[in-house]
């Protein structure tokens, strides 16, 4: 067991460029694998959830070029480019990966295993299971289709309409990924509101996409609207971004500078939230860069309060919850989290190891069934031994919130933050100054 042991700095001072969008970055190699012509990924994420997806596609007979770290070139192979592997594809640590490649794979004429780390394959599955078979894939997995590995044998898919029950992208993105290879139109209602990269990419491309308010509609590829290669520039993660924001926001002497965020309204939840709880907060240089609006945020020490965090914020923070937590916990008065339910099917059940962590950095925190209620108070946090429990979100929560605990904090299993966040440390490192 590996640990890494952290003490509070007298003052936080930088500009952190934070790696790529996650969710960005498997999209752009998953849908050009699947193009015609080859695109040019600049700004890749090399973190390892994203470096599965390459892993998997590869497998699938795609040539990825790797021109630097975080530079790639895929030669896509077309729709119906894809070759049978010649073994199990592993999806590492990433539910992303396993479930738009289950839903690309569905309407694929062979066979394919998709499995995970043991996080992963704990992770429940019937959510996308349930529809592709509705669609007519073949699929099936451990706990009756509901726990990857997941075996799935390729054919005929039909669209049609499903209303989504849960704001899920992951959910979103394997239907339409699984209509692209459909006879029939497929339209999405319901619960539609959660990232929406895979129309935007999608529509980028030339699908034939029509996004409303209330429903998604897909039409079946034909040969004038077959997906063509897509050259990008990948914004920065503002799921990443968020421990810098939340960092500046609780230490007393610090300004933190995030240059070239994503700032997606659907992926912008978190800041809302740290403006409603009184955060000094400047976005500035706003930009498109391709199909998704970008800025820089400044951010610089604040004084906190609770709030609630609920309804539909939730999809448009969801990742950025265990670190919000943190930032309840040195605000004052009481912060709600609600409505979250989906917490608990994340590479931890967030809502119990958030709690469990903040609590014994001395932290009130009291879990609920979907979400968790904080009595906040700055200065309350003492340093202690934690452990990541491999949840790369959870390991930079903790040492965020040892940036401003009393004492030394022990985190247990750090290398997990290079899933989504590879550089985090040295970046951690260099914002700190002694005053
Ligand atoms: O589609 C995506 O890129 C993601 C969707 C979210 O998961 P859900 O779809 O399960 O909400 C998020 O938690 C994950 O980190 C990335
Ligand atoms: C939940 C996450 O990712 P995934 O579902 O892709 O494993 C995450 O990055 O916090």
Redesign the pocket.
């Known amino acids: 067991m590996t640990g890494i042991t952290l003490t509070a700095p007298g003052r936080l001072r930088g500009v952190i460029q934070v790696p790529g969008d996650?969710?960005i970055s498997?999209r752009a190699v998953l849908f050009n694998a699947i193009a015609t012509g080859s695109a040019h990924i600049a700004n890749f994420l090399p973190g390892a959830?994203c470096l599965s997806t390459v892993a998997c596609v590869r497998g699938l007979g795609v040539t990825v070029e790797q021109l630097g770290e975080r530079e790639l070139v895929v030669h896509g192979a077309g729709l119906g480019g894809f070759r049978e592997p010649a073994d199990v594809l592993d999806c590492g640590?990433?539910?992303?990966?396993l479930?738009l490649l289950a839903g690309l794979l569905a309407g694929q004429p062979f066979f394919t295993v998709l499995t995970g780390d043991a996080s992963?394959r704990s992770?429940p599955q019937r959510r996308i299971v349930v529809p592709l078979r509705a669609m007519g894939a073949q699929i099936d997995g451990r706990a009756e289709g509901d726990r990857a590995p997941l075996a799935i044998r390729g054919g005929a898919l039909r669209g049609g309409h499903y209303e989504l029950p849960i704001a899920s992208a992951?959910v979103k993105s394997a239907l339409l990924l699984a209509a692209l290879s459909a006879d029939s139109p497929i339209t999405l209602t319901g619960r539609i509101d959660s990232r929406d990269h895979t129309e935007r990419m999608l529509a980028a491309m030339g699908l034939d996409i029509t996004v409303a308010a209330e429903q998604i509609t897909l039409r079946p590829p034909t040969a004038a609207t077959a997906p063509a290669a897509l050259s990008l520039r990948v914004p920065g993660d503002p799921?990443s971004a968020a421990f810098w924001w939340v960092a500046a926001a609780i230490h007393p002497d610090a300004e933190l500078v995030t240059p070239g965020v994503c700032l997606n309204p659907t992926r912008t939840g978190a800041l809302d939230v740290l403006r409603a709880m009184g955060a000094a907060i400047e976005v500035v240089n706003e930009r498109l860069e391709g199909s998704e609006p970008v800025g820089d945020v400044v951010v610089r020490s604040s004084t906190l309060r609770g709030t609630t965090i609920a309804g539909a914020l939730i999809p448009r923070l969801?990742?950025e919850i265990p670190i919000l937590a943190v930032a309840a916990a040195c605000a004052d008065g009481e912060t709600v989290i609600r409505d979250a339910h989906e917490l608990r099917a994340?590479?931890t059940d967030r809502i119990a190891t958030v709690a469990a962590g903040l609590s014994a950095m001395g932290a009130l925190v009291e879990p609920t069934a979907d979400g968790m209620v904080i009595t906040g108070r700055p200065g309350q946090l003492h340093g202690t031994t934690l452990d990541s429990y491999h949840?790369?979100?959870l390991a930079m929560a903790w040492a965020i919130a040892a940036l401003v605990a009393r004492g030394e904090t022990t985190i247990l299993e750090p290398a997990a933050a290079a899933?989504?966040y590879p550089g985090f440390w040295q970046a951690l490192a260099a914002v700190q100054e002694t005053v």
Do not use: A, M
Not at 93 to 97: A, C, F, L, R
């Open positions: 996650k969710s498997h959830d640590n990433s539910g992303t990966t479930r992963l992770r992951q799921s969801i990742d994340k590479e949840d790369h979100r899933v989504s």
